[in-house]
Nanobody, 127 residues
Framework: QVQLVESGGGLVQPGGSLRLSCAAS????????MGWFRQAPGKEREFVAA?????????LYADSVKGRFTTSRDNAKNTVYLQMINLKPEDTAVYLC???????????????????WGQGTQVTVSS
């Protein structure tokens, strides 16, 4: 079992920045694909970004956040980050991190591919 805890959300003005953190309960981040998703009220859960196993170093982003969001990992701290800049009101949502074990199926941009989820952290972009 893997526990994930997100932090770093809050209220920010349009154009502002936030950095979200996702702390894992075990040495998960180095071998798992770690994903970020978001869910706004009344909307489906939406893929934001993913970072693959450490050896690959690859990342994947939704078109809506490319160039503004960056995901990274710190294996020593079992933590994954989502740096968000130039935030827009449409980025308002609960942001969740998720972990996908190595070798498991499913596209990395789909929620059902991930086995473990955090509780989420609220990000509100408003003036």
């Amino acid at each position: 079992q893997v526990q994930l805890v997100e932090s770093g959300g809050g209220l920010v003005q349009p154009g502002g920045s936030l950095r979200l953190s996702c702390a894992a309960s075990r040495r998960t981040v180095s071998s798992y694909t770690m994903g970020w998703f978001r869910q706004a009220p009344g909307k489906e859960r939406e893929f934001v970004a993913a970072i693959y196993e450490s050896w690959s170093g690859h990342t994947l982003y939704a078109d809506s956040v490319k160039g503004r969001f960056t995901t990274s990992r710190d294996n020593a701290k079992n933590t994954v980050y989502l740096q968000m800049i130039n935030l827009k009101p449409e980025d308002t949502a609960v942001y969740l991190c998720a972990a996908k074990p190595p070798g498991s199926g499913g596209a990395d941009y789909t929620a059902h591919a991930y086995d473990y989820w955090g509780q989420g952290t609220q990000v509100t972009v408003s003036s």
